[in-house]
């Protein structure tokens, strides 16, 4: 080999590894977050894919894995087989010695109580009868628990039938005569059956429908990924907020929720309309008025016991605050 070749072959090796570093250190410096999702993924989850595949393109993968409910989305983030888990567990938070905080208010309540109106017509009429809600813990259950308790009733059985789909189908079909849906599903049941059902009053609920927690010490081991893949749970918040129609955009653009039903596709932009209208997706992650209102509510609705509840037992908001201060 002459001196020149040589040269040449040196010099493409030195550009191989670099090349090679320069892969093997973009790499690690990604950060994996391990997402648990305690329902079936449908049109609701759309912001938080959206999300997603932003927080991916600043080097933050979130790999959302779907689990049969809550309860057990929980326990993946209790056990360590999932980082970050979406609900409202306030109940077994409370209950745990390990130091699991929500950081994060994905959205606001908005659900509807459907009854069958051959069955039921009030709420006193549901006194001694069987209902049915998302899981043990989920904000459904507490709201659910807290008109019994403004009515003064109480429910003969709860049953935990996982994913809003699921129960507005059971409902059609006469398998359950009393749920609680959100917007999309109580549109569906109302356009299908509005002969036959009737949706029951609800005074101004104000709490968490789906709030982010995870383990103190990773929320502090990971503080960089956790704060951009906040700033873009906010990002397209303030997006939907100012425009429902971006959330088709996106969609499209990113090839998401490709198999969901016909039916349910014509449903996306009155359900994120009526999302915005009521003010389901907070512009601040929660900061201002989550913490307040999450404690209110569950301890009103029985989820939470004891007096003097702590925020800081419940809540980390430093990377909250830090995600906030780079969204503008």
Known sequence: MNPSTRSIVCLLTITVLIAGFSSAGHAQGRTKIRYALGDVISMDELPLLIAVEQ???RGVDVEVTSFKSEEVATQAVINGQADVGQGTPYAAV?????PIRFFYQLSSLLFYPVVNKENYKTWKDLDGQEIAVQGRGSGTEAIMMLAAKEHGIKYKNVSYVPGSQVRALALLKGNIRA???DAPNK???MKDGADKFIILPLGNVKASDEALFAMKEFLDKNQAGVRIFIEELTKVARAINA???WVLEQRKKLGLLKDLPAKMEEEILPFFQEAVENGVYPNDGGFGNAVKND??????SGALKGENLKA???WDLGPLKSALANVK
Do not use: A, G, M, R
């Open 55 to 57: 927080s991916k393109q």
């Open 94 to 98: 409370q209950k745990l010695s390990v």
């Open 179 to 181: 749920t609680i849906l």
């Open 187 to 189: 549109n569906l049941v």
């Open 243 to 245: 425009n429902p129609k």
């Open 295 to 300: 404690l209110e509510f569950f301890y009103l």
């Open 312 to 314: 800081e037992d419940f």
